[in-house]
């Protein structure tokens, strides 16, 4: 994995903030379950199919919900600090990740 400018968020999420995302993930990861329940059951392709998309779908959700969090923190923070754009540069690495 590639070396990133820092270990850890610049301002600490918040319990709510942590909560919430963890939350989804518990979800999700009871989606996935849940879709490996329907392959052994030999369940209809199409509806495997559409599990697969919502978990896709969710998992995006997440990443903004994480992305928004970092502009708006980190982000923010290393532009007034005069570091805006080595972070800019690790973030659009990190986006164009997404986009494969």
Known sequence: M???LHDHPIKPRTQDEKQKVINRLKRIEGQVRGIQNMVEED???VDI???INAIQSALKNVGFTVTERHLNHC???AIKEGDGQETIEEL???MK???K
Do not use: A, G, P
Request: charged share 15%; hydrophobic share 40%.
């Open 2 to 4: 590639d070396e990133f």
């Open 97 to 99: 990740q997404f986009s």
């Open 75 to 77: 982000v923010t923070h």
């Open 92 to 94: 659009m690495n990190v």
């Open 43 to 45: 369940r209809y392709c």
């Open 49 to 51: 199919l559409v599990q």
